[in-house]
């Protein structure tokens, strides 16, 4: 990676941060409505299935995401705050051919230690290829918001959330089995890619990725690869042991109220990735004040959203999550408003990290996550055997607030360190 001192970029104007910010809007939209169309999918597993099948279907997205997360290796951060274009389009498509490889091996070593039923390990299978359908979707995106092309982004989100729903509904309906639906699935989202993402980019074909660019890549990302499993790895650890302590049936309830959990990490990723080329052209210039304003306002924001969040809960939590999954769901509904709060944690810790992605401090961010992770696994079994699933959830809240302080000291410890920088080289000019 680059340091402070060879990193030179140019200024941002105003036209280009009234473009950013249309750009940002666009990308909103459109990932809200695919990671909404997403969690509907959680909801139409439990009415046109049952408990159960959303139980395998969380065990389901749990391991998949893990080798989705080997998949994009944490590339999509590094691609676009790639200001200086060390590498070409090329580059990132064809190590995307590499890890996706990678992650396909690693899966087909790891499937029989988790120790799953043949139905559950072949829906895993299935639905790993859907995932690797968004790894390819991921790199092309970086492509197109580099191209300032952030509508195709916004287009193709609205278009493959409308296609999931469609195959995953007809998939149930006419086949009521999971397997099934997922192969439905997974092939839809394969059309739209080939009929559409790939349809709008020509850099495909060019030179492939040499043999140290690879490595450098791979070098690089690593990092930012292991920061990206961090979510995942919380999610399998829990669901893991609450499907081994009360069976996959209640794995099911527990999931149907917590998904919001997974789906709303993977969007604020996907609209704070919007956020790293300005982020990373303010920290090169030390424009600190703007850097820490842009900072505050986003964590006063996610304080006011989390008190919105609880207060709605408590509000409409029973009422609308008993319309979407039954009346069987309003026992496990003491689950929501700590799940909402772990949410906004989490996002706080997912902005933060892609901070300092910005400020090429790959290092940082996986020591700072790193922290929740082990509190949850060292303390998951203990809390559910006392406290239920309920505690576990807490348990999370804990892990991520130690990440999210930790990942708030590196940042102004980095702005700190930039902004002195620029003061000791003004000093030796004048």
Known sequence: MKTDNQI????????????????????????????????????????????????????????????????????????????????????????????????????????????????????CLIYLFYKFGESYMDVLFGIFQKRDEVKKIAISYMIKGIVSVTTFTLGMILFHSLMATLLINTLGIFVVLIFYDIQHEKGLTGPKLTRNQALLLLRDCFPLMLYSLLVPALNLIMRTDIEKMFGTEQLGYFSSVTMVLSILNVLMTSVFVMLIPTISILYAEAKTKKLIRLILIAVAGFGLLCLAGVGAGALLGDFVFSLLFGKEILP?????????????????????????????????????????????????????QKSGMIGSVFLLCLGLFVSALILFGFIFLAIHRRNRKKEMKRGRHE
Not at 71 to 87: H, K, L, P
Not at 336 to 362: E, G, M, Q, R, Y
């Open 332 to 384: 496990y509904m003491n689950l929501l408003a700590p799940t909402i709060i772990a949410s906004i944690i989490l996002s706080c810790v997912t902005f933060f990290s892609s901070v300092l992605t910005s400020f090429s401090k790959n290092d940082e961010v996986l020591i700072g996550n790193f922290p929740s992770v082990l509190i949850v696994f060292l303390f998951t079994p203990m809390i559910l």
């Open 8 to 123: 030179k970029v140019e200024s941002v104007n105003p036209k280009q941060m009234e473009a950013a910010g249309k750009d940002y809007l666009w990308n909103t939209f459109g990932t809200f409505f695919y990671f909404f169309c997403q969690y509907l999918l959680t909801i139409l597993v439990v009415r046109l299935g049952n408990f159960t099948d959303a139980g395998i279907f969380s065990i389901v997205l749990s391991i998949t995401n893990i080798f989705y997360c080997v998949s994009i290796y944490g590339v999509r951060n590094y691609q676009v705050a790639d200001i200086e274009n060390r590498f070409s389009d090329s580059d990132y498509i064809h190590f995307r051919h590499l890890c996706t490889l990678i992650a396909l091996g690693l899966f087909v070593i790891s499937l029989p230690f988790f120790g799953y039923s043949v139905y559950t390990s072949v829906c």
